[in-house]
């Protein structure tokens, strides 16, 4: 099993900055991509940020520009860092991996539990 425990959400001020991050552990051959998606209430979940083992990263719109994703491999933890923070911007944050467990595996997508971010005044 893979799990992904997420730290950093919180309650920051219009125009703030937080760092969500997020470690994975258990049985692991390779992670591929690694990302975080959001959801606030009464909306689906959307991705805000990826990034593949290659390096290549992938933003949404809304927050192009604010936010960067980073990921440390030796570490399996990524990064999020979010400045500029807008109301807009709260949300619970979700980590997304996509890993294979076993050289022969099929690559399957993990979840971590959520991590709340709160921009409010």
């Known amino acids: 099993q893979v799990q992904l425990v997420e730290s950093g959400g919180g309650l920051v001020q219009p125009g703030g900055s937080l760092r969500l991050s997020c470690a994975a552990s258990g049985r692991i051959f390779r992670i591929y991509t690694m990302g975080w998606y959001r959801q606030a209430p009464g909306n689906q979940r959307e991705l805000v940020a990826d990034?593949?083992?290659?390096?290549?990263?992938n933003y949404a719109d809304s927050v192009k520009g604010r936010f960067t994703i980073s990921r440390d491999n030796a570490k399996k933890t990524v990064y999020l860092q979010m400045n500029s923070l807008k109301s807009e911007d709260t949300a619970v944050y979700f980590c997304n991996a996509l890993v294979r467990d076993t050289p022969l595996g099929a690559a399957r997508a993990y979840w971590g539990q959520g991590a709340l971010v709160t921009v409010s005044s």
């Open positions: 990034m593949h083992s290659d390096g290549i990263t």
